[in-house]
């Protein structure tokens, strides 16, 4: 059974930080690439990192990268999305996605497996 747990959301306010966390099962942890979405009320689900099972992160072009950092803890099965300096824009519902390849994809609908999402809402 897959498994996606996302974690650490909540309520803040512009320029604080937050860790965001996603506990995956141990049977993909280690051959698929783990990605984070975000989705805002009446908008797209939309890219913003993933991390592949060498480690290797990817964002999306025009990223948040310099506030945004994926990473991941291979001993806890979890992946991580360190956001700074955060927006009242970043305010969505965070979602944890897995596919089994090597290179992520940004298309949401390339994802198999994903958790129930956490909600981050960043006050002005």
């Known amino acids: 059974q897959v498994q996606l747990v996302e974690s650490g959301g909540g309520l803040v306010q512009a320029g604080d930080s937050l860790r965001l966390s996603c506990v995956a099962s141990?049977?993909?942890?280690?051959?698929?690439?783990l990605a984070w979405f975000r989705q805002a009320p009446g908008k797209e689900r939309k890219f913003v990192a993933a991390?592949?099972?060498?480690?290797?992160?990817?964002y999306p072009s025009d990223s948040e990268k310099d506030r945004f950092t994926v990473s991941r803890d291979n001993a806890k099965n979890t992946v991580f999305l360190q956001m700074n300096s955060l927006k009242p824009e970043d305010t969505a519902v965070y979602y944890c996605?897995?596919?089994?390849?090597?290179?992520?994809?940004?298309?949401?609908?390339?994802?198999?497996?994903w958790g129930q999402g956490t909600q981050v809402t960043v006050s002005s």
């Open positions: 996605a897995a596919d089994r390849t090597f290179y992520p994809g940004t298309d949401w609908p390339l994802y198999e497996y």
């Open positions: 141990a049977n993909i942890f280690s051959t698929y690439t």
């Open positions: 991390i592949n099972w060498s480690g290797i992160p990817t």
